[in-house]
């Protein structure tokens, strides 16, 4: 079975793990369990995983540490699955790292919806888009290689992090709404998650700008959206 089919399930609920991994080896994914945030950590270490599905709420390490630690080497695509369900949970993963996040209750329907979506946005890379590179102002975005310079140092970026500073820097000085960002960046299934457009900006910005309260690359337009200075 490809390795881009292991999927890193961790939930410490004995039936969530048993309907995740049922539905999703039915539809041909692997499927690896863990019960808790280090036996996650420990099983992440020796695996080639193109996913990890993460509730936050566990023993002996919670999922947003888990996030943490995973970004700090890889940029697997992680979707919070989790009963906490209000804004500031989902924006504190989503600072943390993760690239999606769905709460319990939950149908199948949209677990695969979101599964799909992260990992066509993960495969971006196979299909680099052929404009060069381009410079603006310190940055220095090279399309085809997905890599970035700050002042000649290279940034990393995660595929969505870059997805989203290319949609803008393709088309610079033109204004996304939020709904077009979010429909050309994550997918159709988006359409009100205006938090993940918000933390992203945020950590684009971090990376990139000089000084990230006063940024001079990604702009603002007050109930608009954004653009990239060109």
């Known amino acids: 079975m490809p390795l881009e089919k292991h999927i890193l399930v961790v939930d410490d609920e004995p039936g969530i793990q048993d309907f ?3 539905n999703l080896e039915l539809r041909t994914f692997k499927v690896s369990l863990a019960s808790n945030g280090l036996e996650a950590l420990a099983l992440f270490e020796k695996n080639n995983f193109a996913l990890v599905i993460l509730d936050i709420m566990m023993p002996r390490m919670d999922g947003l540490e888990v996030c943490r630690r995973i ?6 695509p992680i979707i919070i699955l989790t009963a906490l369900g209000e804004d500031a949970d989902k924006i504190a ?3 943390q790292g993760a690239d999606d996040y769905l709460t319990k209750p939950f149908s199948i329907g949209e677990l695969m919806a979101r599964i799909k979506a992260v990992l066509r946005r993960n495969h971006w890379a196979d299909h680099p888009i052929s404009a060069g590179t381009r410079r603006f102002g310190n940055l220095e975005i090279d ?4 890599r970035v310079w ?3 140092i290279l940034v990393k970026l995660s595929p969505t992090e870059f997805e989203l500073l290319q949609e803008l820097a393709l088309h610079p000085d033109k204004i996304f709404t939020h709904e077009s960002l979010l429909r050309r960046v994550w997918g159709s299934e988006y ?3 205006a938090e993940y457009l918000r933390v992203y900006i945020g950590r684009l910005r971090r990376k990139l700008e000089n000084n990230p309260a006063q940024p001079t690359h990604i702009i603002t337009e ?3 959206g954004y653009y990239m200075v060109g």
Not at 143 to 146: D, H, I, S, Y
Request: charged fraction near 40%.
């Open 20 to 22: 995740v991994q049922r």
């Open 71 to 76: 970004r700090k080497s890889s940029t697997v």
């Open 93 to 95: 993963a989503l600072e």
């Open 143 to 146: 399309f085809e290689q997905r």
């Open 150 to 152: 700050k002042d000649s």
């Open 191 to 193: 359409r009100s998650e």
């Open 222 to 224: 007050p109930g608009i």
